[in-house]
């Protein structure tokens, strides 16, 4: 089903793009200097403040739900979405943080923690975005076959080719590889997250793709394609 849908895919369109990575921030410039080669996003574990959330809210989440919740708040201040826009999650790793932590509570204790396990999930950083905004259109966790990027974003906009979907949120955040991991850390090992709105009508400001070429195997690639 899948693969016939790109056989026929039509134009879908990309617009309302936020990001945030570590050292660069909001900063304009900064990611400007990111598509030049010029800066770098930074291996640190910084993440969002979410001064506009509770502080109780946001007191024990992790690197990856802060810039998942982030990026979300961004996209809804610059544009009209509705509330009721369906969200499409996409992660490489999820909270694999802490998921060492858990693994290191089995290894070491015997015992899993239930407060640590509720946010270890894979969807921990899209239900933490939905619960942050009252978002009720519901979402869906997507995990790349074999690491590619390109794979988890052909399914994530076949609602929109099939015409089940007008228009979703897409999001995509990965958090840094703790050091522990050694040389099982990816090579690709930056902390990033970005969200865009992905819809079968042309908007203003939009990218327009009509082909999955553009898309890239990995996230950071086709980040650089829609901020070009």
């Given at each position: 089903m899948l693969a016939d849908l790109m056989d026929i895919m039509k134009e879908i369109h990309i617009s309302g793009i936020t990001n945030w990575a570590p050292g660069?921030?909001?900063?304009?410039?900064?990611?400007q200097g990111w598509l030049n080669g010029d800066v770098q996003?930074?291996?640190?574990?910084e993440s969002p403040k979410l001064e506009y959330t509770d502080p109780l809210f946001r007191r024990r989440l992790s690197q990856i739900t802060k810039m998942t919740v982030h990026v979300v708040h961004s996209l809804l201040e610059k544009t009209n979405i509705s509330k009721e826009t369906k969200l499409v999650f996409i992660s490489?790793?999820?909270?694999?943080?802490?998921?060492?932590t858990i693994n290191k509570g089995i290894i070491e204790d015997g015992m899993i923690?239930?407060?640590?396990?509720?946010?270890s999930v894979f969807n921990t950083p899209v239900s933490f975005?939905?619960?942050a905004f009252g978002l009720k259109g519901g979402y869906s966790?997507?995990?790349?076959?074999?690491?590619?990027?390109?794979?988890?974003?052909?399914a994530a906009v076949?609602?929109?080719?099939?015409?089940?979907?007008?228009?979703?949120?897409?999001?995509?955040?990965?958090?840094?590889?703790?050091?522990?991991?050694?040389?099982?850390?990816?090579?690709?090992?930056?902390?990033?997250?970005?969200a865009c709105v992905v819809s079968a009508e042309k908007k203003d400001s939009c990218i327009t793709l009509d082909d999955?070429?553009?898309v890239g195997k990995s996230p950071s690639e086709f980040l650089r394609f829609l901020l070009k």
């Open positions: 660069l921030a909001d900063d304009e410039a900064a990611w996003i930074e291996q640190i574990k490489l790793r999820g909270e694999i943080e802490r998921e060492f923690l239930p407060a640590g396990f509720s946010l975005a939905t619960l966790v997507l995990y790349p076959s074999k690491n590619n990027f390109s794979e988890a974003f052909k076949a609602p929109i080719l099939a015409g089940t979907e007008k228009e979703i949120i897409l999001i995509y955040a990965d958090e840094l590889v703790p050091e522990l991991y050694g040389d099982k850390r990816p090579e690709e090992n930056i902390p990033l997250a970005f999955f070429s553009d």
